[in-house]
């Protein structure tokens, strides 16, 4: 009788630590932070913009794929934002719709790296969003 309380004790807590490491590994939503912040020469003499960026991302293989690509990412990010017109910078609609390709931008090259292609590559990155935690153009 003995046996059989410990070997159903060992079950049931090894069902229960299996439980937990599944809990551990289904990642939720985190932000991620592009570090160091952006910071690049407008279009106008001895202007600039400095941009701090910071994603959303949920899942664990999304997680390691922003940081894996993290140079491309970047990359294109810098191409998006340098060269514009400090005018193009100064109202909210102007600021969100920036944000916004910076979104689709980001989106773009997850797929772009990860190898997906049209329908795969619709929402199945794990990339949500990407929100501007400071914006100063000078």
């Given amino acids: 009788m003995r046996l059989w309380i410990v070997v159903l004790s060992f079950l049931f807590m090894s069902v229960a630590v ?7 590994s289904a990642s939720g939503p985190e932000y991620l932070e592009m570090t160091p912040k952006f910071i690049v020469n407008l279009a ?19 997680i390691e794929a922003v940081k894996k690509h993290m140079p491309a990412l970047r990359h294109e ?43 795969e590559a619709e929402g199945s990155s794990g990339f949500k969003d990407a929100y501007f935690t400071e914006f100063l153009v000078d």
Wanted: proline share 1%; no cysteine.
């Fill in 77 to 119: 990010l810098i191409m998006l934002y340098s060269g514009r017109l400090s005018d193009e910078l100064q109202t909210m609609e102007q600021r969100e719709a920036l944000r916004q390709e910076t979104t689709a931008v980001i989106r773009q090259t997850l797929d772009k790296m990860e190898g997906k292609k049209g329908a």
């Fill in 44 to 62: 106008e003499p001895k202007k600039f913009l400095a941009i701090n960026v910071q994603l959303l991302v949920e899942g664990t293989g999304a």
């Fill in 18 to 24: 299996a439980n937990e490491g599944t809990k551990e």
